[in-house]
């Protein structure tokens, strides 16, 4: 059990374009999903934290109004990145955190963003 | 100074070996601790999760917490090619501000070479 998904694993986008990047839990309910934002040969930087049904939470440097993060069910969060441009390229993973469970996050398999 | 410290290697081993990959945090506030496997271009694989000092062990996996010196370390045993991968040492605190949020450490590179 606790399978995470991701959706697209890649996207090719023009600059000033939106993308969205699906997050989901595949076999538990989340009530917490965290999007990380990952650098070549870099460890993983933590954009922000959504809770189901409220306003995500985010990290000191991310934009809120780029990164536009929605959590409207328990399996389900979104990231979408507006009007991209090419430094927004970067490999974004999402976690989850099981609903009354212990704090172990369960990573999605990352969606590789390449903004041209 | 990092709240999470891993040498970043990279570490080479023969197939079969026992590798042993170091951790050290300075927060004495963590209280659990997590080790991730990360292969290129996926996300992190939890390997295992514990948050009292001690041994935890799963299969070729053991986990070694040290709470008074702030030392956490992964053994993996009988190691395989397919071990090769990037290891994450985790810790986070379960209150306070930071609640929830994991610290990761630079990651540890491992090949294990037939």
């Known amino acids: 059990g606790a399978v995470v998904s991701q959706h697209p694993s890649r996207v090719i986008c023009k600059s000033g374009t939106s993308v969205k990047i699906e997050c989901r839990s595949l076999?538990?309910?989340?009530?917490?999903m965290f999007w990380y934002r990952q650098f070549p040969k870099q460890s993983l930087m933590l954009m922000a934290t959504s809770n189901e049904g409220s306003k995500a939470t985010y990290e000191q440097g991310v934009e809120k109004d780029k990164f536009l993060i929605n959590h409207a069910s328990l399996t389900l969060s979104t990231l979408t990145v507006t009007s991209a441009h090419p430094e927004d390229s970067s490999f974004y993973i999402c976690?989850?955190?099981?609903?009354?469970?212990?704090?172990?996050?369960?990573f999605g398999p990352g969606t590789r963003l390449t903004v041209t | 100074q990092k709240e999470v410290e891993q040498d970043p290697g990279p570490l080479s081993v023969p197939e079969g070996a026992i590798v042993s990959l170091n951790c050290t945090y300075s927060?004495?506030?963590?209280?659990?601790f997590m080790w991730y496997r990360q292969y290129s271009r996926k996300g992190p694989e939890l390997l295992m999760y514990t948050y009292s000092s001690g041994n935890k062990e799963d299969g070729r996996f053991t986990a070694q917490v040290d709470k008074s010196s702030k030392y956490i370390s992964l053994f993996i045993r009988d190691s395989q090619p397919s071990d090769s991968a990037t290891y994450l040492c985790?810790?986070?605190?379960?209150?306070?501000?930071?609640?929830?949020?994991?610290?990761f450490g630079q990651g540890t590179i491992l090949t294990v070479h037939p």
């Open positions: 976690s989850a955190r099981r609903a009354g469970g212990s704090y172990e996050q369960y």
């Open positions: 927060n004495s506030a963590f209280q659990y």
């Open positions: 076999d538990f309910q989340a009530t917490t």
């Open positions: 985790v810790s986070l605190v379960s209150g306070g501000t930071s609640y929830g949020k994991l610290t």
